[in-house]
């Protein structure tokens, strides 16, 4: 986005004049009710009449919302404080005829909902996801902004945010456009504050701030402060450097507390991270963390051509999410095993969960990565009420994309010399991310093949495994760090994975999965299962101690209720699909020194 601001800066000497200029008031009226006051004055709007709106869409998020439910009391004024009509012309547009250039509105946002996505205001804080909080004017994108927060009376809290503040108040802030502030999440609130550096390779140091908001110790919070600390460095590790961040800091901006909906979101300089629990200063809290600061680099600055520049009015579609979001979700958890705050037990569960993901998830059998992140614009947080058939035709990008970024660490690491995923990525930061030019993915299949230096190689890696979607076989590469991944269910019957509802039947309440037992035989989400093998069927503990009795390969009838009609099927049963990874150790057998040497090399601390 660097590069954006940029060019909005060269088009505003263009085309218009610099006294375009949006600045914002926040204030809190009525705050014990979530509700803020927000005034935004548009300064020499280029268009006859000024449309304000609400944005549909959020950086980092990539469905579409209805950020405009929650603005009322809209009100538009002159320079002199004299009414103007406000014509409400679509739910989240609101037209102003102008007189001179200048409009004054105000209006009541109400926010209960503190998240990435949306914003909450309370006693205790307030929490704003910029486009959830601002209406912004049409044609007045490349605008300079500035905001200033008036703290509610009595309260003394500090500001947390990526934007660039004006003078020392603490309060007053600027973003260059309306790209920027917009991705500039700002959290108001008895913050503790934490700070460390990090110096690159050329001298240049940057500031990293944990502001946390949390019922905790200053102690705790230092603490806390310090293994977000080793995870900064072990990402800069991968990278060999960190991004020369704007205004030269970085800010995790988090809310651990019961009152926060889980979630975590990535922005060019900051992250939002909000966890529902009390603070404990677990090592199970960094995970969020460890993969919200990858995001720096990867989508960040190494960032898909398909976001942008990024659309406020409907979300934007994306091709590369698999790599976006996945190789993030693969280095989250890396990043946590070479920090030391998951065990290689841990890390081995994760990874099985990718490769279960990857070969036996309905969507990943019959899509492509690329295509799954096509469905982001529905399923990212997206709201609907209809039922959707994804456990048929959906694999979520995350560990969809994990699990590729896992096959292609484990080809580098075995089929080339001193080549691994760190490596690619290294490769794709200094091709695409630090010049920040977004990439597509013939662009990532090119950086594959001048890296590797093998063209087949990385054509064929993409066409089976990023545009195509065939299975891939991890266990003669995972064998080489002394891990041993088996179907270690494979003799056990199986009728396929469904959530149940017990009641006077037990009720399948979530579509059937192709492929499996019950699917086959016609059962599909809402039957009630009467009896399976004769004997009657309440609670799901009753499937699981029939199948007991049975073996793959068994026929075994299911008789159950479809909309009120009783109906009878032959269950023909299966060996449980689902795959695990142990180390060698686990299975009592002693690794290799070559094992223990590759395993190092991938898990081990790298920051010395
Ligand atoms: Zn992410």
């Not at 304000?52 to 004024?77: C, I, L, Q, W």
């Not at 995970?287 to 406020?312: A, G, M, Q, Y």
């Not at 959707?388 to 994309?401: D, F, L």
Request: aromatic content about 12%; some cysteine.
């Amino acid at each position: 986005m660097k590069k954006l601001l940029l060019f909005s800066l060269c088009t505003s000497l263009i085309t218009t004049s610099f006294a375009q200029k949006l600045s914002y008031i926040v204030s809190f009226p009525n705050i014990i009710h979530h509700e803020a006051k927000i005034t935004v004055i548009a300064s020499d709007i280029p268009q006859k009449t000024a449309t304000f709106r609400m944005s549909r869409s959020s950086p980092g998020r990539y469905a579409t919302h209805e950020f405009g439910k929650n603005v009322y009391d809209v009100k538009a004024f002159d320079r002199t404080n004299k009414p103007l009509a406000v014509n409400r012309t679509d739910g989240d547009v609101y037209e102003v005829p102008r007189n001179d250039g200048y409009v004054k509105l105000e209006y009541t946002l109400y926010a209960n909902h503190p998240d990435g996505t949306y914003a909450g205001i309370d006693e205790t804080n307030a929490h704003f996801n910029m486009p959830a909080v601002f209406m912004w004017v049409k044609g007045m994108e490349n605008a300079p902004i500035d905001i200033n927060f008036e703290i509610p009376a009595g309260k003394t809290w500090t500001v947390a945010t990526q934007l660039k503040p004006i003078g020392t108040s603490g309060t007053l802030f600027s973003a260059p456009n309306l790209q920027y502030f917009m991705d500039s999440p700002t959290k108001l609130g008895e913050l503790i504050w934490k700070d460390w550096t990090i110096k690159n390779a050329n001298g240049k140091s940057y500031q990293f701030r944990l502001a946390l908001e949390a019922k905790t110790s200053d102690t705790a919070a230092a603490s806390f402060a310090k293994k977000v600390q080793t995870i900064t460095e072990e990402a800069q590790a991968v990278f060999g450097e960190v991004p020369a961040y704007d205004f030269g800091t970085y800010t995790f901006i988090s809310s651990i507390n019961p009152w926060v909906k889980g979630d975590g979101m990535e922005h060019r300089n900051s992250t939002m991270i909000s966890l529902p629990t009390n603070f404990d200063g677990g090592n199970y809290l960094l995970d969020v963390f460890s993969h919200e600061f990858f995001h720096c680099w990867n989508v960040e600055r190494i960032r898909p051509k398909t976001l942008e520049p990024f659309n406020f009015e409907k979300s934007n579609m994306s091709n590369e999410l698999w790599c976006a979001e996945g190789f993030t979700q693969y280095y989250g958890d890396l990043l946590m095993t070479r920090s030391g705050f998951q065990t290689v037990d841990e890390y081995m569960f994760a990874l099985a969960g990718l490769i279960n993901t990857k070969e036996n998830s309905a969507g990943a059998k019959r899509f492509s990565p690329a295509e799954m992140s096509r469905h982001a614009v529905f399923v990212d947080a997206g709201v609907a009420v209809d039922k959707s058939n994804y456990v048929n035709m959906y694999t979520s990008y995350y560990p969809y994309g994990g699990a590729i970024a896992l096959a292609l660490d484990l080809e580098l690491r075995s089929k080339f010399t001193n080549l691994t995923l760190d490596s690619y990525m290294t490769a794709l930061w200094k091709k695409f991310g630090k010049p920040e030019q977004p990439y597509t993915i013939p662009g990532l299949e090119g950086v594959l093949a001048d890296l590797t230096g093998d063209k087949q190689f990385a054509s064929t890696f993409f066409s089976k495994y990023v545009t195509g979607h065939e299975s891939f076989d991890y266990k003669p590469l995972l064998a080489k760090a002394g891990l041993i991944l088996k179907k270690a269910n494979e003799t056990k019957a199986w009728i396929g994975n469904v959530q149940y509802k017990e009641g006077n039947n037990l009720a399948i309440a979530s579509n059937t999965v192709i492929g499996s037992p019950l699917y086959n035989a016609g059962l599909d989400v809402d039957d009630q299962i009467i009896t399976l093998d004769g004997k009657p069927v309440k609670k799901q503990s009753d499937i699981e101690a029939i199948l007991k009795d049975h073996k793959p390969g068994d026929a075994i009838q299911v008789e159950y209720q479809h909309r009120g009609n009783n109906k009878t099927a032959t269950l023909s049963l299966i060996g449980n699909p689902a795959y695990s990874l142990v180390t060698v150790e686990k299975e009592g057998q002693t690794p290799t020194a070559d094992m223990l040497s590759f395993r190092n090399n991938w898990l081990g601390k790298k920051v010395k």
